[in-house]
C-alpha cells in the first residue's frame, strides 16, 4: 500500500467519527494536497518524508501537517506496514510565525469610509470594534446584547467569555441583525475582506486578526486601563499578551483621532 493510499484508509478508520467534522475535513485536505507521494510504505525513507516537508513553506500548516503525517505513520508502524517509525527521523525546521499589525490610522480611515449598509460591512464593524476572534461572532446571543455592551461567550479559555464595552449604536445594529449575520464563514469574509482593502489601496493581508489587533490598539491609545483592555480582549488578568502581541505602539496618536474616525460607533470609555 503506497503513503497516500494508506494516510487516506487510516483517516477512513481510525478518524472518521472520532474527530469532529472540521477536523477531518482539515485532516482530508491536508493528505490530499500534501502527502501526496504514494511510494509503498514498505519501501518508504526518511528522505522521501524530508522532501516531502521541504517543499512547503515555513508556515503553521507545515507544522500541521507534520503532527498529521506522525499520526499516520506511527499508526503504519503499529500496524506493521513499516519496521521502523521514521517519521520521527524527519527535522520540521524553524517555522515562521505570521505577525500582524493594527492598522494605522490612515488605513482605518479609508476601511471605514468604504463600508456601506450590507451585512459584509456590517460584520467589519462588528469585529473592528469588539476585538473578537473569527469564530467568537456565532457566541453572540440576542439577550446578551444590552445598551452599550454586547457579551462574547468565546470558547478558547476562560477568560475568552467576557463583556465588551461597545457603542449604543452598535448595540442597536446588532439588536437588529438576522440570525445569518452570527453564522460565519471565516474564508468568505476574508477574501471580500482583501479585495475590497486592495481596492482602496491598502496593500496588505488583512483578515480579522488585523481587525483584532487594532481595536487592541485603539483601546491603548484612548487609555484604557490596562486591566480592562485584557478582559475585553478575553486575556488573563496580568497577562502580557494584550500589550505584548496585540498592541501596535503608534506615536503621537491622540484619543480624539480616533473618534474623529469611528464618531458615535465608538463607546464613551
Known sequence: MGLNTFALWWLENYKLGNITDKTYTGYLSAIKRHITINTPLNRLTVLDLQQLFNA????????????????????????????????????????EKKSREALGLEDQKRLWDALGDDMFSRRVRFYLLTGARPAEIATVKKNEIKPGWVKINGTKTQNAVRWVKISRRLSDMLMGESPEFFIFDNKRFRQPLQRLCIQIGMEKNIDVYTLRHTFATNLYLLRIPEKDRQTYMGHAAGSDITNSVYTTFTPDTKPEDIYNIFGDWLPEF
Do not use: F, H, N, T
Open 56 to 95: 512547503m513553506p515555513l508556515s503553521k500548516q507545515r507544522k500541521e501537517v507534520y503532527k498529521l503525517l506522525k499520526q499516520i505513520i506511527s499508526k503504519a508502524y503499529e500496524l506493521d506496514y513499516v519496521k521502523k517509525d521514521i517519521s520521527k527521523y524527519l527535522v520540521l525546521g524553524k517555522v
